[in-house]
């Protein structure tokens, strides 16, 4: 009979125990003032669109310079070249070959 006591007394220490605890989680999850968002220190953008990154340190990165219009027609161009002086090499390669 002492044994079930014990156990009796031990469950509802227990049972009050995870109660307390519950109540504990309640008062967490109902204090969360941003539900959805990640807590953070984030500042919105006043321009909506990321142009420069700044870190902590407060210096900023601006990213590569941009190709100018003149300097991409050139790539495409040289692109063009080497895949025609491919195309010349393959041709002779081909030529060189004897029959059997």
Known sequence: MEGLEAQFTQMSQQQRTMDFQIGQLAT?????QNKGKFPSTTKPN?????????????????G???????????KATEI??????DRVEEIEEDEEIEPC
């Open 64 to 74: 590569p310079p941009l190709p100018s219009e003149d300097n991409v027609e050139e």
């Open 28 to 32: 967490t999850v109902g204090n969360m």
């Open 80 to 85: 063009e070249q080497e895949k025609e002086k």
């Open 46 to 62: 006043p321009k909506e669109h990321c142009k420069a990154i700044e870190l902590r340190s407060g210096t900023k990165y601006q």
